[in-house]
């Protein structure tokens, strides 16, 4: 539970700090977003969304291995990345961020974590085709995608990296939901 109430905490304080309630008529095109799965999986996910031109945006995401429930009780501990560009569907100009899509993404985990044979480092990277469907309301975002791609790296006993699921070993599979909130006032050209 200690290790806990600080992300708590923090994600309280990212909610608050990036939510605007009265602004019901704004149009945004940023969002801070956390994968909500990854806590059971022992780690923690954040995810930085901006919108960059109509029907499209960028993520980036950062997380730390070993912020989580310990599901498999192996004690991860380390780093993981995911970059990704997001082709959206049936999105309006006014909603920029939300809809179908589909994004092509790369993701990198570097972690130790107790294997049977003793303490283990594990690195892996992946190049995933990702699909997706994005919902905003006002302020509030929830985000859900599953993907499959091919990787290569040091494979785990457990086929887990914290964010994709070596299958194979050159196979990868992720899925997800996250949630979130949208900031900052998008402007709109008039022509």
Avoid at 157 to 168: A, K, N, P, T
Wanted: with cysteine; aromatic share 16%; charged share 15%.
């Amino acid at each position: 539970m200690k290790r806990k109430l600080p992300l708590l905490l923090l994600c309280s304080i990212l909610m608050c700090f990036f939510t605007n309630i009265y602004a019901q008529d704004r149009i945004y095109n940023n969002a801070i977003k956390i994968t909500f799965l990854s806590f059971i999986t022992g780690s923690t996910k954040v995810t930085y969304e901006r919108a960059t031109f109509p029907g499209q945006s960028f993520e980036i995401t950062g997380g730390i291995i070993g912020w989580g429930y310990d599901k498999f009780k192996v004690n991860p501990k380390g780093g993981l990345l995911r970059l990704s560009y997001k082709f959206m569907f049936f999105s309006k100009s006014l909603a920029p961020l939300n809809g179908f899509y589909v994004k092509p993404e790369l993701a990198f985990s570097h972690f130790k974590y107790n294997a049977s044979t003793g303490r283990t480092l594990s690195s892996w990277g992946t190049i995933m085709g990702c699909a997706g469907y994005q919902w905003s309301k006002k302020w509030f975002i929830l985000d859900g995608f599953a993907g499959i791609g091919v990787g290569m790296g040091t494979p785990t006993e457990l086929q887990y990296h914290h964010g994709f699921i070596d299958r194979l070993q050159c196979v990868t599979l992720t899925f997800g939901v996250k949630v979130g909130v949208a900031f900052g006032k998008k402007t709109i050209e008039n022509n």
